[in-house]
């Protein structure tokens, strides 16, 4: 892949309206078309939104009429603010495009910047993005316990329709880590238009998790969200996890040689 250019956009005060930094990727995204720059990843904290991608459902979205931007990334809704790193990957692929390779770089880069703090993540089969494993029993899985009930008895195993925000702080999913569930560190959500990204992915380093506890984030009601500040223990500020991320995305990104889809 070529030189990997970054554009830092604001952060702190200086955090981007979404539909501004919206308007950004599409300005870069056509001049990265027109091979008039490099590939480039805009880098910056929003200001407090949610966003949804095309595949959000209704019953996902926050109860109390919260505006939410639908937005022509993939993936579902999720929520954007202060003390999270937002990266948008402006980079142009072979075609036909191999998305699921894309999104499997991004998540490698952000495994390796996690690592680098002293946390170990991982992926997990079937669900994007960069994740914490939790040690809580599974569904058919003898024992184990969730507030003091056998899990036999937690709802999320019996009803579909299980709906966190309607069942209490013990459920929400901010509280992922006390009860040492699997939980998500990081989102994934892609566009890819004439051969060239989109959108990206979004690291929680020191953020008020508790913005996701008003949707379904991702759609996923059976997990929860985390952060570095969380996991570690001791505050892990945007500005101390920015120069990292981008060094692993420098070298992820500039040492693979993405092939096109095989079709």
């Not at 402006?90 to 690592?115: F, G, M, N, Q, S």
């Not at 579909?160 to 013990?170: A, T």
């Amino acid at each position: 892949m070529s030189e990997l250019r970054f554009a830092r956009l604001g952060f702190g005060a200086d955090a981007v309206e979404y539909q501004e930094a919206w308007e950004e990727q599409r300005r870069v995204h056509a001049a990265r078309f027109a091979d008039e720059i490099p590939d480039t990843c805009l880098l910056l904290e929003h200001q407090a939104v949610y966003t949804a991608g095309r595949r959000t459902e209704d019953s996902e979205r926050p109860l109390d009429g919260t505006p939410v931007i639908d937005v022509d990334r993939g993936g579902k809704i999720t929520w954007h603010g202060p003390g999270q790193l937002v990266g948008y990957p402006i980079l142009k692929l072979p075609r036909p495009v191999d998305v699921v390779a894309h999104v499997r770089r991004l998540e490698e880069a952000l495994i390796r910047t996690c690592a680098d703090f002293g946390l170990a993540t991982t992926r997990v089969e079937g669900r994007s993005g960069v994740w914490v494993l939790g040690d809580a029993v599974r569904p058919g899985a003898a024992g184990g316990s969730l507030g003091g009930l056998s899990l036999d008895f937690d709802p999320r195993l019996q009803d579909e329709e299980f709906d966190p925000r309607l069942s209490g702080p013990e459920y929400a999913p901010s509280n992922a880590g006390q009860r040492r569930e699997d939980r998500k560190l990081a989102a994934i959500g892609i566009r890819v238009a004439k051969g060239v990204t989109m959108h990206g992915f979004s690291l929680n380093c020191d953020p008020d998790n508790t913005a996701f506890d008003r949707i379904v984030p991702c759609g996923i009601r059976d997990a929860g969200v985390a952060s570095l500040s969380g996991e570690l223990g001791r505050r892990v500020p945007v500005d101390e996890v920015l120069p990292v991320v981008e060094k692993h995305l420098t070298e992820v990104l500039e040492a693979a040689a993405p092939l096109p889809r095989a079709v």
